[in-house]
């Protein structure tokens, strides 16, 4: 199993080796395209995701203090 890291950091190399175990150069280009598209929206929604939680913990947070007063 490849690391996802060194795909980001390897893409050309990854395309290389796919090319080597017979893929077309095109196929195997576009294969690492899309894992590299696929990661980056993955972690723009961990992005979101912990932006939405951090609202959530500061509300949640809000309402115990406004609870106790």
């Known amino acids: 199993m490849l690391d996802i890291k060194w795909i980001r950091d390897n893409p050309k ?3 290389e080796a796919l ?3 017979s893929w077309s150069a095109g196929e195997a280009q576009s294969t690492v ?3 590299i598209a696929k990661d ?3 972690r723009e929604h961990l992005t979101e995701l912990q932006v939405k939680q951090e ?3 500061a ?3 809000e309402i115990g ?3 106790r007063s």
């Open 13 to 15: 190399a990854l395309a």
């Open 19 to 21: 090319v080597k175990r």
């Open 33 to 35: 395209d899309g894992l």
């Open 40 to 42: 980056e929206a993955r």
């Open 55 to 57: 609202r959530r913990n």
């Open 59 to 61: 509300a949640s947070k």
């Open 65 to 67: 203090n406004a609870t």
